[in-house]
C-alpha cells in the first residue's frame, strides 16, 4: 500500500511535469526516423514512463477491473483495436503504408490518447486540480512571453515546417513573419492559445475576485500572441470557443461584448485581418490582382490557368528567402494565374493544396477501403482536415469509435455542469467549450496529429474527467 501510494505521488508530479514540459520544451529531434522528418523526442520517452507507471499502478492497485469497466475507456480500447485492424489491413491487404512508419503512427495515436484516462484517474482531489490549473496557468503564461520575445526581441525559433528546419536548426523570424513561440509552428501555438482561452473564459467566473485579474490579464495577453499569429481558422475556433463558455456558463450577456470586441479586432490593421480579407477577396470572390507572364508561353499557361513552372516576379532571389515572406509585399517565385501580393498568395495556395491535392487523395483512400482505410501514415504528413484524415486513415469504423470517445466526453462534461462546486462546474463548461474548438480547428488542420497540441488536448479532457473521482467530494 505504501508502493502504491508512493507511485501515485510520483505520477502527479510527472503529470504536472507534463503540462508544463510538453508546451514549453521545443521539437527538438532526438531520434530520427527513416523515410520521414518526423522525429521521437525526449517527450515520448517522458510519456512512456509515465503510460507505464500508471499501468502498473492500475494493476497492483486492483483499480484495471474498474477501468475497463469505463464505458468511456473500452470506446478508447475499441478505437486502438481498430486501429490495429487497418494497420495490418494497410501493410498486408492493401500494401498502402511503410509498415514501420504506419506502425509509429498508430503507436502516437496511443502516446496522446491515453494521457486522458491517466491524467483522469491521478488528479484525484481538489488540491491536485488546484495545483494542475496553476500550472497550466504558469505555462501558458511564458509561452506568451517567449512569443513576445521572438516578435520583438529576436529570440529564437525552432520550426518543424520542412524537412531541413526539422532537423532542430535555430532560426529567426524575418520581417512580417507569425511566431511560433515555443511551438513547431504559427498553427500550433494558435491552437494551443485557442485551447487556454476557452477555459479561461469560463473558469474567470468561479474565482475569488483577487484572482479575476491576474486572470484576465493572461486572457488578454493570449488574445494579443493569438492575433499575431494571424491563424484566421484558430481565431474562428476560440471565438466560438468563447461564446460556448459563456453560454454553458449562463453568462450570455457578455456575448455582445465579445462581439464588439471581436469586430474592433477584425477592423484594426493587422495580418489577421489582411489575411480574412483575402479570404473573401481571393478564396470566395475569386478577386485580386493575378501574374499574366511575360513571356508569349507564361501568358498563353495564365489564360488557361495553368500554373506549371515557378516564375520570378522581382528581383529577390529564392535563395535568399527568410524564414516567411513579409506580408503585403509582392510576391516572388509564382506562377501565372497565381495573385502577386504575398498575402493573398498564401491564402490562395492554402485553399488550392487542400481542395487539389489534400482532400481529394483522402476522399480515395476512403472509396478504396470505407471500412478500415489505407491505414495510417497512407496521407502523408498533412490532409489539413481531420475529419477526412480518419475517414481515409481508418475508415467508417475508426472515425465511428473516434466519434463515440467525444459523445461520451461530453455526456460527462454536461452531467459536470450542474455540480455544487462552483469551479468544477465552469471548468467543466470550459472544456466542453475547448472540445468544440478544438473540433473547429480539425476542419482545417490536423490538430490531433500535432504532437504538442494533441498531448496538450487529451491531458485537459483528462483533468475535466478527473472532477468525477475526487475523493474528498
Given at each position: 500500500m505504501k ?14 511535469f507534463?503540462f508544463?514540459?510538453?508546451?514549453l520544451y521545443p521539437?527538438f529531434?532526438?531520434i530520427?526516423?527513416q523515410g ?5 523526442r525526449?517527450?515520448?520517452f517522458?510519456i ?5 507507471l ?5 494493476v497492483y492497485s486492483?483499480q484495471l477491473?474498474?477501468i ?6 473500452q470506446?478508447?480500447l475499441?478505437f486502438f ?8 489491413s ?9 509498415p ?17 484516462p491517466?491524467v483522469?484517474?491521478t ?5 491536485k486540480?488546484?495545483w494542475?490549473?496553476?500550472t497550466?496557468?504558469?505555462t501558458?503564461?511564458m509561452?506568451?512571453?517567449y512569443?513576445l ?13 520542412n524537412?531541413?528546419?526539422s ?10 513573419a ?7 509552428g504559427?498553427y500550433d ?6 485551447m487556454c482561452l ?10 475569488k475576485?483577487?484572482f ?15 492575433i499575431?499569429?494571424?491563424?484566421r481558422?484558430?481565431?474562428l ?5 468563447i ?28 495580418q489577421?485581418?489582411d ?11 475569386n478577386?485580386g ?10 501568358q ?7 500554373p506549371?513552372l515557378?516564375?520570378k516576379t ?5 535563395a535568399?528567402?527568410?524564414f ?7 510576391a ?6 497565381e495573385p ?8 490562395y495556395?492554402s485553399?488550392q ?5 489534400e ?10 477501403n470505407?471500412?478500415?482505410g489505407?491505414?495510417?501514415?497512407s ?11 480518419s475517414?481515409?486513415?481508418?475508415g467508417?469504423?475508426?472515425t465511428?469509435a473516434?466519434?463515440?470517445v467525444?459523445?461520451?466526453?461530453g455526456?460527462r ?11 468544477i462546474?465552469?471548468f ?12 473547429i480547428?480539425?476542419?482545417?488542420i490536423?490538430v490531433f496529429?500535432a ?14 474527467l478527473a ?7
Open positions: 508502493l502504491i501510494k508512493n507511485t501515485n505521488s510520483i505520477l502527479f508530479c510527472l503529470i504536472l507534463l508544463a514540459f510538453i508546451p521539437k529531434p532526438l530520427n526516423i520521414t522528418f518526423v522525429a521521437i525526449i517527450e515520448d517522458i512512456a514512463l509515465t503510460l507505464g500508471w499501468i502498473t499502478h492500475s486492483g477491473k474498474r475497463l469497466q469505463d464505458k468511456l475507456n470506446a478508447l475499441l483495436f481498430i486501429g490495429i485492424l487497418s494497420t495490418f494497410a501493410i498486408f491487404l492493401t500494401h498502402s503504408v511503410t514501420h512508419l504506419s506502425i509509429l503512427h498508430y503507436l502516437r495515436r496511443i502516446e496522446f490518447m491515453l494521457l486522458m491517466v483522469a484517474w488528479i484525484n482531489s481538489r488540491k486540480f488546484v494542475a490549473l496553476i497550466l496557468a504558469t501558458v503564461f509561452v506568451n512571453v512569443a520575445g521572438q516578435q520583438y526581441l529576436d529570440w529564437p525559433v525552432i520550426s518543424t515546417s524537412s531541413e528546419f532537423k532542430g536548426l535555430i532560426l529567426s523570424l524575418s520581417p512580417g507569425r511566431v511560433n513561440s515555443t511551438f513547431a504559427h501555438l494558435a491552437i494551443y492559445l485557442t476557452s477555459v479561461l473564459t469560463a473558469i474567470f467566473f468561479a474565482v475576485k483577487r479575476k485579474l491576474p486572470l484576465a490579464a493572461l486572457g488578454l495577453f493570449s488574445l494579443f500572441i493569438l499575431i499569429t494571424a491563424a481558422q484558430s481565431f475556433a476560440a471565438f466560438i470557443g461564446v460556448f463558455s459563456l453560454v454553458l456558463s449562463k453568462k450570455k450577456k457578455y456575448i455582445l461584448f465579445i462581439l464588439i470586441c471581436t469586430g474592433v479586432i477584425l477592423v484594426y490593421p493587422s489577421l485581418r489575411r480574412f480579407i483575402s479570404t473573401f477577396t481571393v478564396n470566395i470572390l478577386l490582382k493575378r501574374y499574366e507572364g511575360k513571356t508569349q508561353d507564361q498563353i499557361r495564365s489564360r488557361l490557368n495553368i506549371t515557378a516564375v522581382s528581383s529577390t532571389s529564392a535568399m528567402s527568410t516567411a515572406s513579409p506580408s503585403g509585399s509582392l516572388t517565385d509564382i506562377t501565372p494565374g502577386i501580393d504575398s498575402t493573398q498568395l498564401g491564402v495556395r485553399l493544396i487542400r481542395l487539389n491535392i482532400w481529394p487523395r483522402a476522399a480515395r483512400a476512403f472509396i478504396k470505407p471500412f478500415l489505407t491505414g495510417y501514415s496521407l502523408d504528413i498533412a490532409t489539413d482536415n481531420d475529419f477526412l484524415r475517414l481515409g486513415e481508418v467508417l469504423l475508426g465511428l473516434i466519434v463515440l467525444f459523445i461520451q466526453v455526456k462534461m454536461l452531467i459536470l455542469l450542474k455540480n455544487d462546486n462552483k469551479l462546474r465552469y467543466s463548461a470550459g472544456v466542453f467549450s475547448m472540445m468544440v474548438a478544438f473540433i480547428n480539425g476542419m482545417f490536423d496529429e504532437s504538442k497540441v494533441a498531448s496538450a488536448f487529451w491531458m485537459m479532457m483528462g483533468l475535466g472532477t468525477f473521482n475526487f475523493k474528498d467530494d
